[in-house]
């Protein structure tokens, strides 16, 4: 007897609604547009992920091999019921969010990557995702994690998230916190942009290809802003890389 291993392997998925895409005027009046992208689109995006692996900065390097395996995950039918989201400006990337759904009631969310510094595109893309989850999929509560500082200012600080440290979070297994469906509605008015329909000019330009960002975030110059960035205050991982590197 034959046994068809991909069958057992690949998660049968939950059918999702899916997102409908928005736009919105960034504050250097820019537009920029969100849309959930499939699984055919994965290969275009992957590339823009991996040069930042290796950016030591705001732990762009932890979340890029991250987000890197769960979009081929994927894209490969190896996670259950994940979704991706991509923001785009003048087509060219912007931002990525993905999370998956546990439950009909809870979500789980991914990641959040801005390829644009400076513009709160990522704040924005995570709204859309909240967004999502709970007025589209209409789900009680997400359970989020932060990597870096910055995440942690963006969502645990503005949204005021619930603690879930019952709760240990897919990624990594740290400790959950929550937004839940009354946080969502309090940050409703201030965080949550956007408009639709998208134009139709707009629309055209971002599914006519997913361009590369012409100003992705960059190593710093001076390791020691690397070192900072895992407060590490006293450098003493900088001495210790450079020690390795045989540098005076
Ligand atoms: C967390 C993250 C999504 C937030 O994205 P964002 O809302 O677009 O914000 P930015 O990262 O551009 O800026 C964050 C802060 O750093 C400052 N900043 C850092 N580098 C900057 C740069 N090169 N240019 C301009 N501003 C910069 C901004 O002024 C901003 O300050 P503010 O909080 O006072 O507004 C983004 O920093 C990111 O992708 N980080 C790496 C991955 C990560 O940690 N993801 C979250 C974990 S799930």
């Not at 823009?48 to 890029?64: Q, T």
């Not at 091999?65 to 923001?87: F, G």
């Not at 990624?171 to 639709?196: D, I, M």
């Not at 900072?228 to 001495?239: A, E, F, K, N, P």
């Amino acid at each position: 007897m034959t046994v068809d291993l991909e069958k057992i392997l690949r998660p049968i998925e939950t059918p999702l609604i899916k997102f409908p895409a928005k736009y919105m005027t960034l504050a250097n009046g820019q537009e920029m547009v969100i849309r959930q992208v499939e699984r055919e689109d994965i290969p275009d995006i992957l590339p823009h992920i991996e040069p930042l692996i290796h950016c030591e900065r705001d732990f762009y390097n932890v979340v890029a091999a991250r987000l890197y395996a769960e979009l081929l995950a994927y894209y490969s039918y190896r996670v259950q019921d994940e979704y991706v989201l991509i923001a785009q400006i003048d087509g060219e990337l912007a931002a990525i969010v993905n999370g998956r759904i546990v439950s009909p009631e809870i979500g789980m969310s991914y990641h959040t990557f801005s390829l644009r510094r400076g513009l709160r595109v990522g704040a924005h893309a995570f709204a859309t995702k909240m967004e999502y989850h709970m007025d589209i999929l209409k789900q009680k509560e997400v359970l989020i994690v932060a990597e870096s500082g910055i995440g942690f200012r963006r969502w645990m600080i503005e949204y005021k998230l619930e603690k879930r440290f019952d709760i240990p979070h897919e990624l990594g297994g740290c400790p959950s916190w929550s937004l839940t469906k009354e946080l969502f509605e309090r940050a409703r008015a201030t965080l949550v942009v956007g408009r639709r329909p998208v134009p139709e000019h707009l629309m055209a330009k971002a599914k006519a290809g997913i361009l590369a960002p012409s100003d992705p975030p960059k190593a710093p110059e001076d390791l020691l802003a690397a070192t900072r960035s895992m407060l590490d205050s006293t450098g003493t991982s900088l001495i210790e890389m450079k020690k390795k590197l045989g540098a005076k």
